[in-house]
């Protein structure tokens, strides 16, 4: 009778120590799971910052250009008071080509440099 009543117990045990590791694999999993949630929920919100800055410099770049061609006419303008509008509007044109040139030329030598480097 002893040997039935161990059995039972051994039993018992044994699908008690089932259970109880099949909890642990679902919590583990659980656990896993939410971290994965919180992971990606953090990765949202920083996209919504990156996004909500990109918007920003946008509509800032949008605004400066906007001046940027204002003050071209300005000057234009000026410079029609000395000789014809159209040669105004062309040594304008003339000098912002070569500025443009010349910031292009240095900004592929930087970028040339840094991708020597890597």
Excluded: W
Aim: net charge positive.
């Amino acid at each position: 009778m002893n040997n039935k009543v161990a059995n039972k117990d051994l039993t018992t045990q044994r699908e008690s120590l089932t259970d109880l590791l099949g909890q642990l694999a679902n919590s583990s999993a659980a656990v896993v799971h939410d971290e994965i949630e919180l992971v990606i929920q953090g990765i949202r919100e920083k996209l919504r910052a990156v996004r909500s800055g990109v918007l920003t410099v946008v509509v800032g770049a949008v605004i400066s250009f906007a001046a940027f061609m204002s003050l071209c006419a300005a000057l234009i303008i000026g410079l029609s008071s000395y000789m014809a509008p159209v040669i105004a509007a062309l040594v304008t044109g003339s000098a912002l080509a070569i500025i443009g040139v010349v910031i292009v030329f240095v900004g592929y030598k930087q970028l040339k440099k840094s991708s020597l480097k890597t």
